[in-house]
């Protein structure tokens, strides 16, 4: 069976943006890597931090730094959001472990979120310019796979959106206070709030590594 049908990846765009956002993925890794085919649309919602503007948002977000306010509920809603996609993908009779789940930005925290409480065993998790949220309380709601989820973040050290920093101090309470031993971190000099080829390039290695194709 080709991975087009036995694996997926699950790709969420970030705060203000669509699928069409990040979908052009589709197109420069289908060739080799056809399974990664699924981006879905975040609801359209008020948010605080943009003067209650409505936009494509995954949760609600007060301030862009470890000690903001979180959007607890909104964050857990769209967890279970991506749980329904991973639950329609396992029920077509892919295997959990052959489904990663990835984003940029808002879309990365949630895919981290959904993977640090995932009841199965995924193949892994890819952050984009991402955060870690709900960390006083991850420890609790944490599923049975943790230590072993092989998670890819990358971040630009000039991000002056979700700083580099922040970055830096996520990885670390993953590994050291959750016990994370498959996390990979790369930075991007110079590289603020968006992507870069070097990144996708990095992205492509690691997926293929995650899922080769048969």
């Known amino acids: 069976m080709s991975t087009a049908k036995n694996s997926t990846a699950i790709i969420l765009h970030g705060l203000g943006d669509s699928s069409d956002g990040w979908s052009?993925?589709?197109?420069?890794?289908?060739?080799?890597m056809p399974w990664v085919r699924c981006f879905p649309d975040a609801p359209r919602q008020s948010v605080t931090l943009n003067m209650g503007m409505v936009m494509p948002a995954w949760f609600d977000l007060y301030g862009l730094d470890p000690n903001s306010k979180e959007d607890e509920a909104g964050l857990l809603r769209s967890?279970?959001?991506?749980?329904?996609?991973?639950k329609?993908?396992?029920?077509?009779?892919?295997?959990?472990?052959?489904i990663i789940v990835g984003g940029f930005s808002q879309g990365a925290a949630i895919s981290i979120l959904t993977g640090l409480m995932s009841q199965e065993k995924l193949a892994g998790?890819?952050?984009?310019?991402?955060?870690?949220?709900?960390?006083?309380?991850?420890?609790?709601?944490?599923?049975?796979?943790?230590?072993?989820l092989p998670l890819l973040w990358c971040h630009g050290t000039d991000d002056p959106v979700v700083r580099y920093q922040w970055g830096e101090t996520s990885v670390n309470f993953l590994k050291n206070?959750?016990?994370?031993k498959n996390v990979e971190f790369k930075s991007y000099p110079g590289m603020v709030h968006s992507a870069s080829p070097q990144e996708l390039k990095d992205l492509f290695v690691w997926l293929n590594n995650r899922i080769p194709n048969k």
């Open 125 to 148: 998790v890819v952050s984009l310019s991402g955060f870690l949220t709900l960390s006083k309380k991850i420890k609790d709601m944490k599923g049975p796979f943790v230590e072993d």
């Open 79 to 86: 967890v279970e959001t991506v749980r329904a996609i991973i």
């Open 24 to 32: 052009f993925l589709a197109e420069q890794f289908g060739p080799k």
């Open 177 to 180: 206070d959750l016990g994370m």
């Open 88 to 98: 329609k993908e396992i029920d077509s009779g892919i295997p959990p472990e052959r």
